[in-house]
């Protein structure tokens, strides 16, 4: 894991908040919904069914307690997770809060529109209530 | 699992093509992309992280064998896997074969444009293939 290489457009559109057990989980910089992603510290991994069986364990875990945490924080109306990698290939699980009435609801977020990146103080807000859940 | 109560909105989008231990794997009825979803086979469930343990490791394990069948039989470019439920509530993994260049390509499939039904005798072709990887 010392040489895991995080891919440059995940690191560029995210801030991390927490190295969690296989995971970094990471905020999407878009507030226009809760956006967070999980992203397995391996390499040369595109797809879940590519991860050892151990690892799929920790990461459906990781996305329990962050999908848990999210709901908590969010009081959300439902939880929507999802692995494309159509873009950007390195695996990469997203766990978003959507509500009724959101942007994109009852559609899907990926691809919608433009990213609102947040001020500093609203995304920090949203990490620390976030990692206090973990 | 005597009484479980599929989604009429699900069935009637969709073709059985096999009971799995915890699922039902059905095709989607839109011949735009090979689209294919898990039912785990429990009432009252509409969050991965609701289902047991035992039921999140079935589901994965599921989903793994799903999406490499689908993987051998279609050589797609990409597995897309996801549950969304902010329309059905009712639980169901989506796992789909994207290719550079399809449709809604490199975006995501829910929601784009309208549904091309199969004829008969391509969702069955489909079915079978699949049905005889797993």
Redesign the interface.
């Known amino acids: 894991m010392g040489d895991f290489k995080l891919n440059e457009r995940l690191e560029a559109d995210s801030h991390l908040v927490s190295i969690l057990g296989l995971c970094q989980l990471r905020l999407l910089n878009d507030s226009r919904w809760p956006w967070f992603i999980l992203v397995p510290q391996r390499n040369d991994i595109?797809?879940?069914?590519q991860l050892t069986p151990l690892d799929?364990?920790l990461l459906?875990f990781e996305?329990?307690e962050t999908?848990?945490a999210l709901q908590r924080v969010t009081q959300c109306?439902?939880?929507?997770?999802?692995?494309?990698?159509?873009?950007v290939?390195q695996l990469h699980m997203h766990v978003i809060a959507?509500n009724e009435g959101d942007a994109a609801?009852?559609?899907?977020v990926?691809?919608f529109g433009k990213a609102e990146p947040y001020d500093t103080k609203g995304a920090k807000a949203l990490m620390s209530a976030i990692a206090k859940e973990l």
């Open positions: 595109s797809e879940t069914h799929q364990t459906t996305m329990n999908a848990r109306t439902k939880i929507n997770i999802g692995a494309l990698g159509n873009i290939r959507r609801w009852p559609g899907p990926w691809g």
